[in-house]
């Protein structure tokens, strides 16, 4: 007789091993992970080739593939007693710089671990997260219980990028069927069902070189390009009109984060063209063909001021937000997690940034919990840490989510 679900997690959560959790991370920040586009060494490979090793040792069902060349990612099946639902656990092996050395004060990629934490550059975001959904798969697999299905492990390279790592996973069919995906991101071990979306554009106004000295030659820009910023201003206050502020995510914004025109040294001379680079961060609700329609006019209003200039609006990116329902089956099983892990009722927030889940929910429609252990303010500084209780825990609460989703999910 299949012992009922409740005590197969018992005996899960008892075969979550702290030290291996904590090790293995260590490990894992010691293999500096920084891409670098002009440094053929400095990327994704050791660190995935490292993953790899640690997964087919326990006995996984690994592949390894690359996104773009020399950008691994790793992608490894846990196989349950019968066939059943899949479900992945996700993860990134980039790590954002290190900026200066010194700025730190303990070694970047040292992997030190004092009071309670363990230091370093990824240690958050996230060879920590990674390193606890390889503890609970392990932990899954020494306490030998009959669970259906399969865990589907993704540490993906070019998170902190353009995400070609999760595009190329989906592409290549990885995602498909999965009823539900875990992104172990650094959130404090809370829950998000709810994350930011992102639109990156560019505005270029085209105007007509000619001398500082008889600019009515010339077509000039500058103009057109600070008008182009003052109007998207007013878009964001339309958008908080609009949609108001998210409980967890806050209010959308328009942001101008690049402002180029001709050059500081030519101080004398009308520039041909000028840029202006905008971040829209939108919550849900928000519509991205109308966000883009209204780019587009504010860019042709802003360059109507300044008769002969033209313009053009391209967009470079766009990260939809997402919205997991309380009611998808790995929402539930996370739920149960944290309050069997925790003790108490979760604790839910909303992910601020887009994310590989980005992708997975939008591209792939996979339902994603993103949950994983580290401050939520610690990933990209200096003196990166998570703290050792926290790892554990985050281990111990993908274990039972799994056993809670491919156990309920039949
Ligand atoms: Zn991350």
């Avoid at 202006?276 to 802003?302: H, K, M, W």
Wanted: proline content about 6%; overall charge negative.
């Amino acid at each position: 007789m299949t012992p009922d679900l409740e005590s197969r997690v018992d005996g899960v959560l008892a075969a979550v091993d702290e030290t291996y959790a904590l090790e293995l991370a260590c490990r894992l920040v010691r293999i500096p992970s920084v891409y670098r586009p002009d440094d053929r060494e400095a990327n994704e490979t050791a660190v995935a080739q490292a993953i790899a090793d640690e997964l087919r040792a326990l006995g996984l069902e690994v592949h390894v593939e690359d996104a773009v060349p020399g950008r691994p990612n790793v992608i490894a099946d846990w196989i349950g007693s019968q066939s059943g639902a899949l479900l992945i656990l996700e993860g990134h092996s980039d790590v954002v710089t290190e900026g200066d050395p010194s700025a730190w004060s303990v070694p970047p990629f040292g992997g030190v671990v004092a009071e309670g934490r363990l230091y370093g550059r990824g240690a958050a975001d996230m060879k920590g997260g990674v390193a606890a959904a390889i503890a609970a798969i392990r932990a899954i697999r020494n306490a030998a219980i009959d669970l259906p299905g399969r865990i589907r492990l993704a540490v993906v390279a070019d998170e902190e990028g353009m995400m070609v790592g999760i595009k190329s996973f989906i592409r290549n069919g990885w995602a498909s069927g999965a009823c539900g995906a875990i992104i172990c991101e650094p959130e404090a071990n809370e829950i998000c069902l709810v994350q930011k979306g992102a639109l990156r554009a560019v505005a270029r106004f085209r105007g007509k070189m000619a001398h500082g000295a008889i600019p009515k030659s010339g077509v000039n820009p500058v103009p057109a390009a600070a008008a182009f910023v003052h109007r998207l201003a007013a878009l964001e206050r339309g958008y908080v009109m609009r949609h108001g502020a998210h409980g967890l995510l806050g209010e959308p914004s328009v942001t101008a984060t690049v402002l180029r025109g001709g050059e500081l040294a030519q101080l004398n001379v009308i520039p041909a063209e000028a840029t202006v680079g905008v971040d829209v961060r939108t919550i849900p609700g928000q519509d991205y063909a109308r966000i883009r329609g209204d780019l587009s006019a504010a860019a042709a209003e802003a360059a109507s001021g300044t008769p002969g200039c033209g313009n053009e609006l391209e967009v470079i990116e766009e990260r939809p937000w997402t919205e997991t329902s309380p009611d998808a089956t790995i929402t539930g099983a996370v739920e149960r997690a944290c309050r069997r892990v925790q003790g108490r009722s979760p604790r839910h927030r909303g992910v601020p940034g887009a994310t590989d889940g980005t992708f997975l929910h939008a591209w792939a429609g996979v339902p994603i919990v993103t949950i994983g252990p580290g401050d939520v303010t610690i990933p990209h500084q200096v003196d990166e840490f998570v703290r050792v209780a926290e790892l554990t825990e985050a281990a111990r609460i993908f274990a039972a989510a799994v056993c809670y989703c491919l156990g309920s999910a039949g």
